[in-house]
């Protein structure tokens, strides 16, 4: 059984569930479930504050788990990332009162409150600058107002939180993070299990990220069409009834399918469609 470490709550908890479910995997179906055992795939998944996961991981019990790239640099466990899962996208910032703090080093000798203390105190380290560091578990935003720092380091998304807290970012972003899925440092990962776990996430990913495009195009056109669609491998060309025309078949980007649709008309397509894929191996 493959052991699969998942995050309980939070940001990551509902969108790792999602793409575990996309890619077969039977899903906990209420949120106090701290085990499920799926025996048809042979995986047991265990529900983990995110925040702990890459302890677990590290530890070696479980064999893989999914979290975020920024929590995994604060545990300073020794696991690492295997595959970036594009969601739960966000920087991670330094932010103040307008300025209050101009950038790194007018931090010397103040207080910075963060719930990523072990991010802010190696990053501080490496650019030179003594600041103490106090420790909040949420709503890291509030702690200016409130007295308890002059600063603050925080995940930033859309800004919308420091907005409203009339807070402003300073300095270069500390770091940019994802969720990924992530092994204890050096672990195999050639395993036959792991393996096949990672392709069915990978084919989760693709097909998120591509659509099926079909259309008829006159011969002479081929060349151009293809340049258009040029598919991962190659498209799939074949004849048509009627003579001198062709079908094209091909994987698309997803954002680019308008464009694409539009520019193969231009050319003299036609009956060009675009379908979902719903799972894939490449
Ligand atoms: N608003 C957000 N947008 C995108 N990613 C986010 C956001 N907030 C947190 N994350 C990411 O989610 C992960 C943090 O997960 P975690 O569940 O600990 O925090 P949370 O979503 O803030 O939940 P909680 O309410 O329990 O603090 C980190 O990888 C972080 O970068
Ligand atoms: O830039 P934004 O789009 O506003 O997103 C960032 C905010 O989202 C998260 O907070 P969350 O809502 O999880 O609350 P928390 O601070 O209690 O963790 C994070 O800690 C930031 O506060
Ligand atoms: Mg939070």
């Not at 009162?97 to 000798?109: E, H, I, M, T």
């Not at 910075?112 to 490496?126: C, D, H």
């Not at 097909?207 to 011969?219: E, F, K, L, P, Q």
Request: a negative charge; one cysteine or more.
């Amino acid at each position: 059984m493959l052991r699969i470490a998942v995050p309980n709550k939070g940001s990551l908890s509902g969108p790792a569930s999602a793409m575990l479910h996309e890619a077969g995997y039977q899903q906990r179906k209420e949120s106090k479930e701290l085990v499920l055992v799926d025996p048809d795939n042979e995986v047991e998944f265990f529900y983990l504050r995110p925040k702990d996961i890459a302890i677990y991981v590290s530890a070696g019990k479980l064999d893989i788990g999914i979290t975020g790239e920024d929590l995994l640099i604060d545990s300073g466990a020794h696991a690492e990332s295997i595959l970036p899962l594009g969601f739960a996208r966000s920087t991670f910032r330094f932010a103040a009162k307008p300025g209050a703090v101009k950038n790194l080093a007018d931090l010397a000798g103040r207080t910075i409150a963060t719930s990523y203390e072990g991010i802010v105190a190696k990053y501080l380290a490496e650019q030179g600058v003594d600041a103490s560091v106090v420790h909040l578990d949420g709503a890291v935003e509030t702690a200016i107002e409130l007295g308890v720092a002059d600063a603050i380091a925080d995940v930033v998304e859309t800004g919308t939180s420091l907005r409203n807290a009339g807070l402003e970012v300073f300095g270069d972003p500390i770091m940019r993070s994802e969720a990924v899925v992530i092994r204890r440092t050096g672990a195999d990962t050639e395993d036959a299990k792991v393996q096949q776990f990672l392709r069915r996430l990978q084919g989760v990913l693709v097909a998120r990220t591509y659509v099926m495009m079909d259309y008829d195009c006159r011969a002479e056109h081929l060349d151009a069409a293809v340049a258009l669609t040029p598919g991962l491998e190659g498209p799939t060309i074949s004849p048509l009834h009627s003579e001198g025309w062709v079908a094209v078949r091909a994987m698309v980007l997803a954002k680019e399918a308008q464009r694409i649709m539009d520019d193969l008309y231009a050319l003299g397509a036609r009956a060009i469609l675009t379908t979902a894929i719903h799972a894939c191996r490449l």
